[in-house]
């Protein structure tokens, strides 16, 4: 095998590990907790830094806050979560496990995108640039350069809804819409 067919057999060889280790945490987080990976992860972040406003929150998991507030939800409605709202800036919402949910986080194994932070975070400017750089070639040779960035395993999009624009109708003027007579 020349040594480039066995660079790129270590790529796929490297990418398939990424997503079958990824695969099986999420499956266990599901399993352990009966939570989807982004909820878990939500739950560990507060386990580790407490009561968190949801902006930094979502700054932590690096994630659009508004991508956050159904994750949220999610958590709230199992009773988990809480929120309160701030006395002094009703706009600013602190999130906050309850004991269930700090027990829920403590039982429960780590998440593939905590690791993945942790070991992105820890890489000195100039590795984490290479890895910015493959990712980008990787994505754009898959022509998903477009495709909405959904969390690991999970249908939420880490994107704010952005509603489409409608172009308006283009109005057809009195005059197209009459018939021409011949003369």
Do not use: C
């Amino acid at each position: 095998m020349t040594s480039r067919k066995k660079t790129i057999a270590e790529v796929v060889d490297n990418l398939r590990r990424v997503v079958q280790v990824t695969h099986e945490y999420s499956k266990r987080s599901e399993r352990v907790a009966g939570l989807t990976s982004p909820q878990l992860w939500a739950m560990k972040v507060l386990d580790d830094a407490g009561p968190l406003r949801l902006s930094d929150l979502a700054r932590q998991m690096y994630l659009h806050p508004s991508t956050l507030v159904g994750i949220v939800d999610r958590l709230e409605a199992r009773g988990y979560v809480t929120r309160t709202r701030s006395k002094t800036d009703r706009r600013e919402i602190a999130v906050a496990l309850t004991e269930d949910g700090r027990e829920t986080a403590e039982k429960t194994p780590e998440v593939a995108q905590v690791l993945l932070l942790m070991g992105l975070e820890s890489l000195k400017a100039t590795d984490l640039q290479v890895i910015a750089e493959g990712m980008e070639l990787l994505v754009k040779m898959l022509g998903a350069q477009e495709l909405p960035p959904k969390l690991l395993f999970s249908s939420e999009v880490n994107r704010p809804r952005i509603r489409k624009e409608i172009p308006p109708r283009e109005i057809e003027a009195p005059a197209a819409r009459t018939r021409r007579v011949k003369k």
